[in-house]
Structures are given as structure tokens and as C-alpha cells.
Antibody, heavy 115, light 107 residues
């Protein structure tokens, strides 16, 4: 069974760094793109970017380029979403998902940024 | 980036009603469009892919149509479990882009 399991909720202060994870199982992790999707409180879905774990090819939405970093470690079947300096406006639910072949989503990671 | 304009942003309907949601792309995307359903506190779920193909396990009351720039999601007879928010997503090129969402509420 294909599963994407995300790391737990985070509460951080503005200016702090953060890395959240998405661990895949039940399939060959290297062979499928993993995307990240943001959902701010009460708002719609926003596609942030995607990574191909096999060669770390990464594509960002222009809206998120330079604001976050996406990486992957195929040795542990995990993708990551990273911030170097969080803002209050980064408060959101973040989903990882395999969108381009099948429909598999993580359970979401709630990131709260507040002083 | 391709813009996906979804309408309406919300609608009220009764159980048994026929519901139609539209999505318009800012440029042609062939049939590279999916429709998702999201319920509160849950991850989205794919209903339709390739503009008109029903995802496995999805009830046949859901259907999709369109190609190029104009697409439609139809629920033929709205059921209580269908009250949710619906999104289109273009997968024609990068960056992928979602529509703004349509919230389907109980009348």
C-alpha cells in the first residue's frame, strides 16, 4: 500500500528555521515526483513545487521560489520542505502528495508561526 | 504560469440537485486537468483525471468534461457526503496551478 507519512505539527517563532518531512512507503520512492501543497487557514490549495527523488530535479512555483527549499533523500525515502527564516504568514497546513501518477497524499503538517 | 479560474466560489444546493462547477484555463491545456474534493480537516481526494476519467472508487454521479480551456465537473444527484470544497488542478505544465475552489453547502 502506497503511503506518505508526514512529520508532526510544529510551533515556531518568526525568524526560526524549520524542516518538515514526508516519508514514502509501499513503492519505489526514487521513481515518482513528490509535490508540496500549501493551504493557509480557511483558504485554497497552492502548489508550491515538486521534486524527483531519483535525481533531485526540483521545480518551484514562482510564488514560492526563494521562500522555501525542497529536497529529498532517497536513501530514507523522504522528501523535505525547509524554511531558513519563518514568517507569521507561513502559518498553514502543508501537504506532500504524489499527484502525477495516482493520488496519494500525506496527512498534512500544521505549521504555526507566532511570537 | 497558467491561471485556473473556477466558478462559482460557493453554491448552496439540496440533496438530489444537479450541480455544475466550471474551471477555465488562461491558455489551452488539452485535457490535462483533475478535479479534487476536500472535506474539512482532510487531504484532498482525486475525483476526475484527464478531464473526464473517473478515478477508481469514485461514485458515478461525478463526471467531468471539457478540453482546451473550459472544463466542467458535474454531480448528477448531490448526496449528503458531497458537501465539500472542490478544486481543479491543471497538470499540463509547471508550475501546476489549482483553481480557487468551490464550496458546496447545504441549502
Amino acid at each position: 500500500e502506497v503511503q506518505l507519512v508526514q512529520s508532526g505539527a510544529e510551533v515556531k517563532k518568526p525568524g526560526e528555521s524549520l524542516r518538515i518531512s514526508c516519508k514514502g512507503s509501499g513503492y519505489t520512492f526514487s521513481n515518482f515526483y513528490v509535490a508540496w501543497v500549501r493551504q493557509m487557514p480557511g483558504k485554497g490549495l497552492e502548489w508550491m513545487g515538486t521534486i524527483y527523488p531519483g535525481d533531485s530535479d526540483t521545480i518551484y512555483s514562482p510564488s514560492f521560489q526563494g521562500q522555501v527549499a525542497i529536497s529529498a533523500d532517497k536513501s530514507v525515502s523522504a522528501a523535505f520542505l525547509m524554511w531558513s527564516s519563518l514568517k507569521a504568514s507561513d502559518t498553514a497546513m502543508y501537504y506532500c502528495a504524489r499527484l502525477d501518477s495516482g493520488d496519494y497524499w500525506g496527512q498534512g503538517t500544521l505549521v504555526t508561526v507566532s511570537s | 504560469a497558467i491561471q485556473m479560474t473556477q466558478s462559482p466560489s460557493s453554491l448552496s444546493a439540496s440533496v438530489g440537485d444537479r450541480v455544475t462547477i466550471t474551471c477555465r484555463a488562461s491558455q489551452g491545456i488539452k485535457n490535462d486537468l483533475g478535479w479534487y474534493q476536500q472535506k474539512p480537516g482532510k487531504a484532498p481526494k482525486l475525483l476526475i483525471y484527464g478531464a473526464s476519467s473517473l478515478q477508481s472508487g469514485v461514485p458515478s454521479r461525478f463526471s467531468g468534461s471539457g478540453s482546451g480551456t473550459d472544463f466542467t465537473l458535474t454531480i448528477s444527484s448531490l448526496q449528503p457526503e458531497d458537501f465539500a470544497t472542490y478544486y481543479c488542478l491543471q497538470n499540463y505544465n509547471y508550475p501546476r496551478t489549482f483553481g480557487q475552489g468551490t464550496k458546496v453547502e447545504i441549502k
